[in-house]
């Protein structure tokens, strides 16, 4: 099971090749902001942890 942090460093990974297509590009862009949005979601449902 891929978790979304994994997923996170997969589109960034794939962001570094050289071989993309601007299409490609733009594609994983797009992913990655979703992915970053959900996890941003997630981070700010949690509670704040007691001093």
């Known amino acids: 099971m891929t978790t979304r942090h994994d ?4 589109l960034r990974a794939e962001l570094t090749s050289f071989h993309l297509s601007r299409r490609e590009r733009q594609q994983i ?3 990655l ?6 996890q941003g979601n997630v ?3 949690r ?3 007691p001093h």
Do not use: F
């Open 7 to 10: 997923q996170i460093q997969m």
């Open 29 to 31: 862009e797009r992913e």
């Open 33 to 38: 902001k979703e992915v970053l949005a959900r």
């Open 43 to 45: 981070e700010a449902d």
């Open 47 to 49: 509670p704040t942890p």
